[in-house]
């Protein structure tokens, strides 16, 4: 019996609380637009930052070491130098290409350029042997300089050592505007927030003050101080709510934008095709994560509004 009290009792805190958001909708309409802005920025953050660190592991994962052998290398010699790469701490494997896989390689790269490839086949393979060494950390590559410098390694090299400078640098500009956008993000989040905690709390003010009233009368029937606040605090989480469809049917708009006007453009740091892909992948989770976030602001900015202004034992 006391059970099912409670169940009704809920049932029309939850009715009365929907009630009120029809009611107060244009009221309403800045606060519920201020979280969709808000869980937009928090949905572009996440996107965003796994958009990055795909980049990232993508280019760090075509970084290596080069080491151009002569080719009077023997054997015995490319096989010692292979055994003392691979005991270097930051080595993660060694790999052997010959000169026939090298001028492959060459010929394959250079298929529509017939005068490169002209030239090379009026000659001896000019190309040499190489070792590709594949470091675990693309930003501790001292330990693989500082050996591949000793004057009896130089000796077997044909040429200077390639550290794949370029691709070094590329993750360095990335690692350093990931940094960015991320404390940026974490920033902007915060301050939209607190923003939109604001204009509800304002909002639910006006809302009880409106209402006055009403409230006395229902405290001096006996209404329960939980049956009073309820509604207001189901009505901001039907904000949070209506924000982030709102936020996730923007986002999803931009994406499909995005990904027929510039997926084709070289973009630098952030991959399009990527992010709309994740973004489609997880959907779901991302928005029930929304549908949450944007809930639980609702519900914490009402929360504080009815403590501080609903004074029902006056």
Partial sequence: MKFNRKAITFERIVKNGAVNFWRNLYLSIAAIAMMAITLTILLFAVVANATFSHTIADITSHIDVSVYLKDTVTDQQRS?????????????????????????????????????????????????????????????????????????????????????????????????????????????????????????????????FNRRDELIIMRLLGASTAFIRGPFIVETMLYGFVAALFSLGAVAALFAIASQTLQASSLGLLDIGYSSNYFTNRLWEILTIQILAGILIGAASSAIATRRYLKLNR
């Fill in 80 to 208: 010692n130098l292979i055994d003392q790469l691979k005991k270097i701490d930051n080595v993660k494997s060694v790999t052997y290409i010959s000169k026939v896989q090298a001028l492959k390689t060459y010929e394959a790269q250079n298929a529509n350029n017939p005068d490169l490839l002209a030239a090379i086949s009026q000659t001896d393979n000019p190309l040499p042997a190489s070792l590709s060494v594949k470091p675990d950390d693309p930003n501790n590559l001292q330990p693989i300089k500082d050996f591949l410098d000793r004057p009896a390694i130089q000796a077997l090299q044909s040429d200077p050592t390639s550290y794949s400078g370029d691709r070094k640098a590329a993750i360095d500009k990335i690692t350093s505007a990931t940094h960015f956008f991320q404390e940026a993000g974490v920033v902007g989040i915060i301050v939209f927030v607190l923003i939109s905690m604001l204009i509800i709390f304002n909002t639910i003010r006006m809302a009880i």
